[in-house]
């Protein structure tokens, strides 16, 4: 069974930094794509980030291009995402996703996904 389990959001100032963690298990994962995705409340998902996670090409958006990085570990099968330069508008809830063989720049929308973890909260305050 796969698990994605997110960590490491919390409450942070504007012009600020979190690294959140997603701790994936359950298969092998080198024929994936592993994405950031966020929700702020009354939204939709939102396409953050995505890496392939055999060769570690990444893609990001443009919203967060520059100030997020995403990045993984493949001896922790962890992947990481590296937020800076924090805004208000980036409080939202934060959802690691695995998607099977998808095309990376390709795959922005939630359907590309396959599994989904539970989420965990940022908020940025002004």
């Known amino acids: 069974q796969v698990q994605l389990v997110e960590s490491g959001g919390g409450l942070v100032q504007a012009g600020g930094s979190l690294r959140l963690s997603c701790a994936a298990s359950?298969?092998?994962?080198?024929?994936?794509?592993m994405a950031w995705f966020r929700q702020a409340p009354g939204k939709g998902r939102e396409f953050v980030a995505v890496i392939r996670w055999s060769g570690g090409s990444t893609y990001h958006a443009d919203s967060v291009k520059g100030r997020f990085t995403i990045s993984r570990d493949i001896a922790k099968n962890t992947v990481y995402l590296q937020m800076n330069s924090l805004k208000p508008e980036d409080t939202a809830v934060y959802y690691c996703?695995?998607?099977?063989?998808?095309?990376?720049?390709?795959?922005?929308?939630?359907?590309?996904?396959?599994?989904w973890g539970q989420g965990t909260q940022v908020t940025v305050s002004s």
């Open positions: 996703a695995a998607g099977f063989n998808a095309r990376l720049v390709a795959a922005t929308t939630p359907n590309d996904y396959d599994y």
């Open positions: 359950g298969r092998t994962f080198s024929s994936y794509v």
